[in-house]
């Protein structure tokens, strides 16, 4: 049986398939978590069962730094603030 693919789930064919960081990609689902870079078995680096480009492998001072609370309640607060601009970029002048 063909296993499923670890970032799209869809079954993974042989003639396809990458297997890394004890998971199934195809090769085309093997990018970098964050710019989408179309990765290989030999410049990808995983981090957390995940494959990032050299550019954007998390150090571990990286991760630390984002998992505080302090930082993700920024995060939170920065993502409300988009939301709202996309509001009022949907309903402009909607006070009649
Ligand atoms: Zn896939
Ligand atoms: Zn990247």
Redo the contacts with the bound molecule.
């Keep these: 049986m063909n296993p499923a693919c670890a970032r799209c789930g869809k079954t993974v064919y042989p003639t396809e398939k990458i297997s890394c960081l004890d998971k199934n990609w195809h090769k085309g689902c093997f990018h ?4 989408k ?1 179309t990765l290989n078995m030999k410049n990808y680096k995983g981090y957390d069962k995940k494959p ?2 050299n ?2 492998y998390p150090k571990t001072s990286f991760t630390i730094v984002t998992d505080t609370p302090e930082n993700l309640r920024l995060k939170q607060q920065s993502e409300l603030q988009s939301q709202r601009k996309r509001l009022w970029v949907r309903f402009p002048g909607n006070t009649c």
């Design positions: 970098c978590e964050v710019c870079m990032y480009c550019a954007h």
